[in-house]
């Protein structure tokens, strides 16, 4: 049973469009988290939230907007897809304010054409 | 804030020699320190964490790390490699209070050859 789980694993779409990824968790965590890995594998946080509230928010475009429908799920949808967004979206999950590792997905690879 | 370098992009090692992936931070507030290992095409799983106590952890897979406060490191060892061994690794850290977001290095990868 998987504890943090992304879909799509893979995404292939042409620039212009809107596109989601979804994530759940089955830990019990209080806290989502998105992470983005550029091609040089750099990865750096991009929003998390807590008990449905957005706790964090990175200088990401406006065109990125995450959406907690309750703890256990985080889903990132973005409108208007660049060549740029191309990369691997992890979603993970923690519980705040205890001395807890997040624990991430398989990642989804984002591919604008 | 917080910064993470790993000064090694890639680490070339032969099968069941030791080796060694450094890692450095910089906090203005105490911190604590993780270790995770990222296998192609697939997730990142938690190799060790230091929160507090003995500054040598010891993770899965054989590997451990030392915590040295004053050089502000956490070094990552395992005493003899496997060609399984052969990932990216990162380093990370969060703060005690505030954001609560891991703050990465920039990865080292680990290539064992036979």
């Known amino acids: 049973d998987t504890a943090v789980s992304q879909t799509p694993k893979y995404l292939v779409t042409q620039m212009g469009n809107d596109k989601s990824i979804k994530c759940e968790q089955n830990?019990?965590?209080?806290?989502m988290y998105w992470y983005k890995q550029d091609s040089k594998k750099f990865l750096k946080i991009m929003f998390s939230?807590?008990?449905?509230?957005?706790?964090i928010n990175e200088t990401v475009p406006n065109r990125f907007s995450p959406k907690s429908p309750d703890k256990a799920h985080l889903n990132l949808h973005i409108n208007s897809l660049e060549l740029g967004d191309s990369a691997v979206y992890f979603c993970?999950?923690?519980?705040?304010?205890?001395?807890?590792?997040?624990?991430f997905g398989q990642g989804t690879r984002l591919t604008v054409v | 804030a917080q910064s993470v370098t790993q000064l090694d992009s890639q680490v070339p090692v032969f099968e069941e020699a030791p080796v060694e992936l450094r890692c450095n931070y910089s906090?203005?507030?105490?911190?604590?320190l993780f270790w995770y290992v990222q296998y192609p095409n697939q997730g990142l799983q938690l190799l060790l964490k230091?929160?507090?106590?003995?500054?040598l952890v010891k993770g899965i897979n054989g590997f451990e790390a030392e915590f040295n406060k004053s050089q502000t490191s956490f070094h990552l060892r395992k005493p003899s490699v496997h060609i399984s061994d052969t990932a990216e690794y990162f380093c990370?850290?969060?703060?005690?209070?505030?954001?609560?977001?891991?703050?990465f290095g920039s990865g080292t990868r680990l290539q064992v050859q036979p």
């Open positions: 993970a999950s923690s519980q705040l304010h205890k001395n807890t590792e997040a624990f």
């Open positions: 830990l019990g965590h209080d806290t």
């Open positions: 939230y807590n008990n449905k509230e957005l706790i």
């Open positions: 906090s203005s507030v105490s911190v604590y």
């Open positions: 230091y929160l507090s106590g003995s500054t």
């Open positions: 990370a850290v969060i703060d005690h209070t505030g954001r609560r977001a891991l703050t």
